[in-house]
């Protein structure tokens, strides 16, 4: 059973458009990571979210954390073909981390 | 800083042959190290912990005998397939927990070895 599931699972769109992003469970967590990793390529940190409710920016990247901690998203504005990737969240507090399912984006010039 | 290396970076081997996959912290000491395995499309699954000196520990399903774990230094663990089989072909991915952090969430990625078994 997959602690944490992503949705949507595959995503094709065009550049400029706006995205969103989530990662649901049924388990509360001490904090949540966002990475992104691209083919070949081993996981890139974005952000961590540890405060329920929290809401971090980077630059067009938008994360928030539920108020439950059990959920966050993730909202690109005005998507970039340089985004272009596997984004992953990552639960804490198991004494490792649990990855979700995946969300694989494929921005198109 | 906090970069971690594996080596190699992709290999091919026949099947029932061993495969040894090297991951180094390069400017951090590691307390602990992690493996994970990613198949096409999926996402990372943790195959282990392992920490410097001591035995690793396994996540339930993956077999210890196979993946034989050592951690020797606070720089270097490593992870050996023994007698690999085609179904053992995937990414493998180490990530480093550095000493100096209070968070064992702290984890910094190596860049992944390919492993294709014929």
């Known amino acids: 059973t997959q602690l944490l599931e992503q949705s949507p699972q595959f995503l094709s769109i065009q550049e400029g458009e706006n995205l969103t992003v989530y990662c649901n469970s049924s388990s509360v967590f001490s904090s949540l990571q966002w990475y992104r990793q691209e083919p070949g390529e081993g996981p890139v940190l974005l952000v961590t979210?540890?405060?329920?409710?929290e809401v971090k920016k980077l630059k067009r990247l938008t994360f928030q954390f539920g108020d439950a901690r059990k959920d966050s998203s993730l909202h690109i504005t005005a998507a970039q073909p340089g985004d272009t990737g596997l984004y992953l969240c990552?639960?804490?507090?198991?004494?490792?981390?649990?990855f979700g399912t995946g969300t694989r984006l494929l921005v198109s010039p | 800083g906090a970069v971690v290396s594996q080596h190699p970076s992709w290999v091919i081997c026949k099947s029932g042959t061993s495969v040894k996959i090297e991951c180094r912290s390069l400017d951090f000491q590691a307390t602990t190290m992690f493996w994970y395995r990613q198949f096409p499309k999926q996402s990372l699954m943790l195959m282990a912990t392992s920490n410097e000196g001591s035995k690793a520990t396994y996540e339930q399903g993956v077999e210890k005998d196979k993946f034989l774990i050592n951690h020797a230094s606070l720089t270097l663990s490593t992870l050996t397939v023994t007698s690999a089989h085609p179904e053992d072909s995937s990414f493998y991915i180490c990530s480093a927990n550095p000493l100096r952090t209070a968070s064992q969430y702290e984890q910094y990625f190596g860049p992944g070895t390919r492993l294709t078994v014929t």
């Open positions: 979210v540890v405060t329920g409710g």
């Open positions: 990552a639960a804490t507090g198991f004494q490792k981390l649990v």
